[in-house]
């Protein structure tokens, strides 16, 4: 009899495991949090399918669990074979997590429309080309969690970061209407707001700023090479931060719609919250110089 209970727990115990399994999809896995979100998601047990488009620099995941996929979410071939891979193999996508982004840093008159096409090609389209992918096997199987990777700027702003701003801006907004259209079924999607958080991207954005900044008009704001966002890092959160709240979503049986985590996170938006626009224009002019 006594065996007979040990064995009923034990199976109870796989069966529940099994079913807080999910299969996953993280794009912008190379580095930052994508990366130490993959690792966490399959350290937890789940999963984990991570698409990038640095591909060399993306095969640790073969390493540690996961599967690597060559993926630049602009391309719909890469897109449409990551998610055919996945179905093959796993035959369900339980949770998307949209990572992958740039930031065009400049100022706005600066930027080429080419390069702030990108930017939404990206931050925006780019995400709308995987979740229209990955819906109608999320709507098959009657279920789902879409998060999509925003940040603090996708209520807030700051000088130079214009594009990438409104990029953030119109993915929130884009998801907010997503949710309303597929939570019928039985669907969720959340919203995450990074604040300050030690990525990769900084070293993108200093492409940029080292293609524009040359005899500009706004060179107040470019500031100088001792002010670069380098030299604040040690005050910038790990990535793992995000890498938890991503997992507590997935968790969650409701899922909240919005979170935001790290550095700074919680002060600025309570700033962009409680102050007139006017007077936020002042505090952020003063804090960027």
Not at 124 to 149: D, E, Y
Not at 237 to 242: A, E, K, L, Y
Not at 247 to 270: C, F, H, Q, V
């Amino acid at each position: 009899m006594f065996k007979k209970i040990i064995l009923s727990i034990i199976l109870f115990g796989a069966v529940f495991a099994s079913d807080k399994q999910k299969v996953v999809l993280i794009t912008g896995t190379a580095h930052g949090i994508g990366k130490s979100t993959a690792q966490y998601l399959i350290d937890k047990g789940h999963i984990v399918y991570g698409g990038d488009i640095l591909v060399e620099e993306n095969l640790y995941l073969n390493d540690i669990g996961g599967v690597a996929l060559e993926m630049d979410v602009t391309k719909q071939d890469h897109v449409e074979n990551a998610i055919n891979q996945i179905i093959a193999e796993q035959g369900r996508i339980d949770v998307l997590v949209n990572n992958a982004g740039i930031a065009v840093a400049s100022a706005i008159e600066d930027v080429s429309m080419e390069d702030a096409l990108y930017q939404f090609e990206v931050n925006l389209f780019g995400i709308g080309r995987t979740v229209k992918a990955v819906l109608p096997h999320m709507r098959a199987q009657g279920s789902g969690t879409i998060i999509n990777i925003s940040s603090v700027l996708g209520k807030a702003y700051n000088p130079l970061y214009g594009w990438y701003v409104s990029s953030k801006h119109a993915l929130e907004g884009w998801s907010d209407v997503l949710r309303l259209e597929v939570e019928q079924f039985g669907i969720d999607v959340v919203i995450i707001e990074p604040g300050m958080i030690r990525t990769n991207i900084g070293n993108y954005s200093a492409q940029y700023f080292e293609k524009y900044s040359k005899n500009s008009a706004y060179e107040n704001f470019y500031g100088s090479p001792d002010d670069t966002e380098e030299n604040s890092f040690n005050d910038y959160s790990d990535p793992i931060v995000i890498a938890k709240v991503i997992d507590k979503a997935i968790d969650a049986e409701n899922p909240k719609t919005r979170y935001s985590a790290g550095a700074y996170s919680w002060i600025l938006l309570t700033m962009r919250s409680i102050l007139s626009d006017r007077w936020f224009d002042k505090l952020i002019v003063r804090v960027t110089g």
